[in-house]
């Protein structure tokens, strides 16, 4: 539990204009390679995400039935939302689709159903007993900010929580449920690491940022030791170009333009900088909290490219076989999985507990809950957003699973 809540609780509403500039950023910088990325089908994606040791070398079950709760289908609910625009005020403006006129609510209307048992519905009342007397960080990009407000709408059917973050940092944002003793933060670090804007390397006029890849981004790192449970996540800000430094010395970019400067991968870049944030962790002697990985979020751009036509305009989920998954999703969620079966084998013989929040191939199914066009007024024209989700919305699940992690 951080220290010394009652001294900074202050009211600040994050600013709607600020938040929209951010994360319409993520996908002003999501480069062509969403598009030109040679298409896998689901069935291969399927099978090579289908791993058997998610949790101490053995499927990642949940009682009272065993099964893979990351592997299973959508389901109509009729029941849902749980939460509406009008009951939750945590809503960003770029995520409340209904309220920008999206015509079609179905895409609020489904559930995941895992293979061989089934998952409740999120249960604000249990959430907040297991977590009370603690505080829970997510720490990432605009699509971990999405995640956490999703779990605030959720929780806001029992109680609305009080906004203590420190109005001067738009990169750090808490909230303190009184009845509870619960803090819930925010950390916005898109790469996890260390990064400079404007690199002094770049000479393609383009304002690139550099990453120290064996570094880790401070704003969270220095912050981590007293939360109790920390949810990491980052995606597709690797894909844009950028500069790396590894040891202070530039060792490479991606798309940057730049003469006499090697060519470094994006999943490399990705491997070494959630390696370093494992790593992080890790040697904090004082940390002692649960560590959860939560996976790539799939983006669904169909029909040109991201910023030039493409838009994601189905209406309902996909069939497992149905669904094709382009080359560069498949490949970081490998990344990740790789990395993390590392710092798993690592945090267990330091007495710690590394958990998967495997959500890539159940979100692939999920081509229809995104904005598209309905996160912005009508009036003004940009980018159609196929890579964050819609709230109320299939990213909801993400923390109906979340819920059943933490009672394990």
């Known amino acids: 539990m951080e220290k010394n809540l009652t ?30 990325s040679k298409n896998l089908s689901f069935k291969k994606l399927y099978t090579s995400l289908h791993i058997s040791d998610h ?15 990351f592997s299973g289908e959508w389901v109509h609910d009729s029941d849902a939302p749980y939460y509406t625009g009008e009951t939750c005020s945590y809503i960003e403006e770029h995520q409340n689709c209904m309220k920008h006129g999206r015509p079609d609510t179905e895409f609020m209307k489904w559930r995941w159903k895992p293979n061989g048992c089934e998952l409740p519905v999120f249960d604000p009342h249990h959430f907040l007993e297991i977590v009370k007397d603690k505080s829970m ?3 990432g990009d605009s699509v971990a900010r999405n995640h956490m407000q999703s779990l605030l ?20 944002k808490r909230w303190y449920y009184q009845s509870y003793n619960f803090t819930l933060a925010m950390f916005w670090s898109p790469f996890l690491v ?32 007293g939360f109790d449970f920390v949810v990491m996540s980052a995606g597709h800000w690797f894909l844009r170009p950028l500069i790396y430094y590894e040891s202070g010395q530039l060792v490479g970019c991606r798309l940057c333009e730049t003469k006499n400067v090697t060519n470094y991968s994006y999943s490399l870049a990705y491997k070494n900088a959630f390696r370093t ?9 004082t940390f002692q909290g649960r560590v959860f990985l939560r996976t790539f979020s799939p983006d669904h751009f169909e029909g040109g490219q991201w910023d030039n036509g493409a838009d994601c305009i189905r209406q309902k989920p996909m069939k497992i076989n149905d669904t094709d998954a382009k080359s560069y999703i ?6 990740q999985l790789e990395v993390f079966k590392e710092a798993q084998t690592l945090a267990q013989k330091r ?29 003004l024209p940009h980018w159609n957003d196929c890579v964050h989700w819609c709230l109320p919305g299939a990213i909801d699940t993400w923390n109906e699973i979340l819920l059943q992690v933490l009672r394990k």
């Not at 202050?10 to 062509?32: D, G, P, R």
Request: hydrophobic share 40%; net charge neutral; charged share 20%.
């Open 7 to 36: 001294k900074i609780i202050q009211n600040f509403i994050f600013k709607s204009k600020i938040a929209l500039q951010i994360s319409l950023s993520l996908i002003l910088f999501t480069v062509v390679t969403l598009q030109s």
């Open 55 to 69: 949790i101490n070398g053995a499927p990642y079950y949940f009682s009272p039935t065993k099964c893979d709760i």
């Open 137 to 139: 960080a997510f720490v």
């Open 153 to 172: 709408c959720l929780l806001s059917r029992v109680e609305q929580p009080l906004n203590i973050s420190t109005p001067s940092d738009l990169y750090i």
């Open 194 to 225: 260390k990064t400079q804007e404007d690199d002094p390397n770049d000479t393609s006029g383009k304002k690139l940022f550099g990453l120290f890849l064996d570094e880790p981004n401070s704003l969270w790192a220095d912050r981590i030791d």
């Open 277 to 285: 944030a494992f790593q992080t962790i890790l040697a904090r002697e």
């Open 330 to 335: 498949l490949e970081m969620n490998m990344v």
């Open 351 to 379: 007495g710690l507990n590394f958990g998967l929040l495997d959500i890539t191939r159940i979100m692939l199914m999920r081509p229809d809950g995104h904005p598209s066009k309905y996160g912005r007024p009508p009036h």
